[in-house]
């Protein structure tokens, strides 16, 4: 409310050359001040949109540009917020901004580029798409895996939450293992999975443009397979480039339906 709401109520906004400090209590994040400031906001009822650039700390990322379409009525219901945001930064640290954003996993390294698309609602995050230019990359797929290491990650990202599981997509992807050296030259990947319920067992399904088999057993302690898939997997030692792949299952992965496609 207070000064919030009074600015949302505004026709339009704008500020230019200015300086922001960004104080996050909610995630009792450090102070972070932003020079070079301009920004527009445009007000029509519980319709926003916004636009600004703005030079974030050196060691934080270059200058950084974010638009933003939002729908919601007051500040302090932000709970009943849902919207579009766009952001782009050509370098920076990725992992920094985790401490100030809901970022859907969890990354402890990672510099280079980006640009990405987020949608919310509330204080979730719905979907989200990035391009992606990356160095010295540690991730967590889930916070209790272990990381994910990549010496570099280039190509599109795409995650989107569903009522029963989620899809998680990759487009002209490439990366190289940090720990094993082993570069995957790029590919398209899809990646649905489905939650076990009282009716049915989990199921998923993987279709890639080209799968380097090797690849995906050396990082199995990191994907969001339970220890009995990761076991069998490891005891599998599949190898090798399969190409134009689409698996399916139901409850146990590597006894479910396996069909190459021509």
Sequence with gaps: ???????????????????????????????????????????GGVTHQIGFIATPPADIAAPIDVRAELRGASLLNMGEWTGSVYARMASGNVAAWGAYLPIPVVVKTGMGGAQAWVDFEGMNITGSVADVQLVDVSTKLKADLPPLQ???????????????????????????????????????????????????????????????????????????????HRKRLDQFSPKGRAENIAIKWSGDLLAGYLHLLA
């Design 1 to 43: 409310g207070g000064f919030g709401d009074w600015l949302l109520g505004q026709d339009e906004v704008i500020i230019r050359d200015a300086i922001v400090t960004w104080q996050d209590e909610v995630r009792n994040a450090p102070a972070l001040k932003f020079t070079g400031v301009s920004a527009r906001m445009v007000n």
């Design 150 to 228: 990549l010496e570099n990650l280039n190509g599109r990202l795409s995650y989107r939450e569903r009522a029963s599981g989620f899809n998680f997509s990759g487009q002209n992807l490439d990366f190289t293992l940090a720990n094993s050296k082993t570069n995957v030259p790029e590919a398209d990947y899809f990646f649905q999975y489905s939650l076990a319920s009282e009716k049915q067992a989990a199921s998923g399904e993987l279709l890639a443009s080209a799968l380097d088999m090797e690849a995906v057993r050396l990082v199995a302690d990191a994907l969001p397979l339970d220890a009995a």
